[in-house]
T-cell receptor
Framework: KNEVEQSPQNLTAQEGEFITINCSYS?????LHWLQQHPGGGIVSLFM???GKKKHGRLIATINIQEKHSSLHITASHPRDSAVYIC?????????????FGEGTQLTVNP | DVKVTQSSRYLVKRTGEKVFLECVQD?????MFWYRQDPGLGLRLIYF???????EKGDIPEGYSVSREKKERFSLILESASTNQTSMYLC??????????????FGPGTRLTVL
């Protein structure tokens, strides 16, 4: 079983829909990251969370440490949001910057 | 603007060839990482380095080696390429920060095909 599980694996939405991608982890962590990967490969960091909630534009990320769960929400989705969204955690016992990654969620937003 | 570059976007090699993948970062980061990304498996860590001449094995180091002679450059070496090493290879770098923010910055990736 992976230490980081994402759901769904694939998600198709219509433009304007509210989207939620979920991430669950089974170990103690010190931080959780949400990353975005567009076609062509480049990965960018969206959020780093250790507690609570963060918002950037139409993106909102939340984390519940007790339940070992995080969600990434996209409001008013747009075709340009189509990408792979990756959840990654920094394990509590890990030194340095090493991350453990989920398999990713492929999001397609249709016009 | 932060930048991580990789020597090639696409590479085609033959089984048994020695393959070098180069990664350069211009952010003076201490930490550098090599990952491979395969459908259904996500990003898996091959090797990482915390400092010049330092290296540590990740989750899947078999068949790979690395070199870090200069702080800005981290090389991944496939000593004898095999078809099961066909994959997307991604390099990343980060800097130890106070607290736990240490965001990783990724290169554009190299899609390697081994025939």
């Amino acid at each position: 079983k992976n230490e980081v599980e994402q759901s769904p694996q694939n998600l198709t939405a219509q433009e304007g829909e509210f989207i939620t991608i979920n991430c669950s982890y089974s170990v103690g962590i010190s931080a959780l990251h949400w990353l975005q990967q567009h076609p062509g490969g480049g990965i960018v960091s969206l959020f780093m969370l250790s507690s609570g909630k963060k918002k950037h534009g139409r993106l909102i990320a939340t984390i519940n440490i007790q339940e070992k769960h995080s969600s990434l929400h996209i409001t008013a989705s747009h075709p340009r949001d189509s990408a792979v969204y990756i959840c990654a955690v920094r394990l509590a016992e890990t030194s340095g910057s090493r991350l453990t990654f989920g398999e990713g969620t492929q999001l397609t937003v249709n016009p | 603007d932060v930048k991580v570059t990789q020597s090639s976007r696409y590479l085609v090699k033959r089984t048994g060839e020695k393959v070098f993948l180069e990664c350069v970062q211009d952010m003076d980061h201490e930490n550098m990482f090599w990952y491979r990304q395969d459908p259904g498996l996500g990003l898996r860590l091959i090797y990482f380095s915390y400092d010049v001449k330092m290296k540590e094995k990740g989750d899947i180091p078999e068949g790979y080696s690395v070199s870090r002679e200069k702080k800005e450059r981290f090389s991944l070496i496939l000593e004898s390429a095999s078809t099961n090493q066909t994959s997307m290879y991604l390099c990343a770098s980060s800097s130890p920060a106070s607290g736990i923010t240490d965001t990783q910055y990724f290169g554009p990736g190299t899609r390697l095909t081994v025939l």
